[in-house]
């Protein structure tokens, strides 16, 4: 056993893309939709990005998750059956990517229902896992998650490895993230929604990343990205994505694995 994996494993990755499309850009500002040139910068994600990606995993023959709101799923159904066939997992990310921090209580259980309601008629599949729009839950995002089924949360920070946390009671597996391993960060530039940052260079983000799974994989830990079609699926972008996969499966003792499979081995 290396670190906490099993056998001969050094790290697991944890591939996540969050399939946002125009969800999060409506919710933040309902006017964005009269701009047609933003909504198609966002629908490339599940209308170009997501295939492109879906290949790219094909070729490499690795499993990922994608987090899909609600909103997306009812406008492309065939994508989530698409995710789907080709092995990989489909999860809940709200419905309009509501941050449950911005909503009371009742709402945000309304939000996690309908979300649910909507994988579960399209992919036949009841979704177990589950990544906050935005990072960011409320006090009561744990318990609904735990009442409602689910068995993992991919939102908090608060380790480099899957871990246990308290669920008013109950107890759930968390995969946590980072904001140094997520594309957004780099790349999202979105004038918009006030988002004016010069954008990274794909090379600047191979360095940090790269570095970041090297450190994981020195300490036999987990490497969890999360990506966005719409940002990840540029050209140049996912080139990167690519030669990083690459680098990663170039070390021994290295497995690629959806979220879900790594929440069900330790919840075991």
């Not at 790290?11 to 040139?37: E, H, I, K």
């Not at 996690?112 to 309601?117: F, K, M, P, T």
């Given at each position: 056993?290396?670190?906490?994996?099993?056998?001969?494993?050094?790290?697991?990755?944890m591939l996540?893309?969050?399939?946002?499309?125009?969800?999060?850009?409506?919710y933040?500002?309902?006017?964005?939709?009269r701009?047609?040139?933003?909504?198609?910068?966002r629908?490339y994600?599940?209308?170009?990005?997501?295939?492109?990606?879906?290949?790219?995993?094909?070729?490499?023959?690795?499993?990922?998750s994608?987090?899909?709101?609600?909103?997306?799923?009812?406008?492309?159904?065939?994508?989530?059956?698409?995710?789907?066939?080709?092995?990989?997992?489909v999860a809940?990310?709200?419905?309009?990517?509501?941050?449950?921090?911005?909503?009371?209580?009742?709402?945000?259980?309304?939000?996690?229902?309908?979300?649910?309601?909507?994988?579960?008629?399209?992919?036949?599949?009841?979704?177990?896992g589950?990544?906050?729009?935005?990072w960011?839950?409320?006090?009561y995002?744990?318990?609904f998650l735990?009442?409602?089924?689910?068995e993992?949360?991919?939102s908090m920070?608060?380790?480099d490895?899957?871990?246990?946390?308290?669920?008013?009671?109950?107890?759930?597996?968390?995969?946590?993230?980072?904001?140094e391993?997520?594309?957004?960060p780099?790349?999202?530039?979105?004038?918009a929604?006030?988002?004016?940052?010069?954008?990274?260079?794909p090379?600047h983000?191979y360095?940090?990343w790269?570095?970041?799974?090297?450190?994981?994989?020195?300490?036999?830990?987990?490497?969890?990205l999360?990506?966005?079609?719409?940002?990840?699926?540029?050209p140049?972008?996912i080139?990167?994505?690519?030669?990083?996969?690459?680098?990663?499966r170039?070390?021994?003792?290295?497995?690629?694995?959806?979220?879900?499979?790594?929440?069900?081995?330790?919840?075991?």
């Amino acid at each position: 056993m290396s670190g906490i994996w099993p056998g001969n494993t050094r790290c697991v990755v944890m591939l996540g893309f969050d399939v946002d499309g125009v969800s999060g850009a409506l919710y933040q500002n309902p006017d964005t939709g009269r701009l047609p040139s933003f909504m198609s910068m966002r629908e490339y994600g599940p209308s170009v990005g997501t295939p492109r990606i879906l290949g790219m995993l094909g070729r490499h023959g690795i499993e990922a998750s994608f987090y899909v709101p609600g909103y997306v799923a009812e406008t492309h159904e065939q994508l989530l059956l698409d995710i789907r066939e080709a092995g990989h997992e489909v999860a809940h990310h709200g419905y309009m990517h509501e941050p449950p921090a911005t909503m009371t209580p009742e709402k945000e259980e309304e939000v996690l229902v309908r979300g649910i309601e909507i994988i579960e008629r399209i992919t036949g599949e009841r979704p177990i896992g589950y990544r906050s729009p935005s990072w960011e839950l409320s006090e009561y995002s744990l318990p609904f998650l735990l009442k409602h089924g689910f068995e993992y949360d991919s939102s908090m920070m608060g380790n480099d490895i899957p871990y246990i946390v308290d669920a008013d009671g109950g107890d759930i597996v968390e995969i946590p993230v980072h904001w140094e391993w997520d594309d957004a960060p780099y790349f999202s530039y979105a004038p918009a929604l006030g988002a004016r940052s010069p954008m990274a260079s794909p090379e600047h983000v191979y360095q940090v990343w790269s570095s970041g799974f090297e450190g994981a994989y020195e300490y036999g830990r987990a490497f969890v990205l999360t990506m966005h079609p719409w940002i990840i699926g540029r050209p140049g972008r996912i080139r990167m994505l690519d030669r990083l996969i690459r680098h990663m499966r170039s070390f021994p003792g290295v497995e690629f694995r959806r979220l879900d499979r790594v929440a069900s081995m330790f919840r075991e």
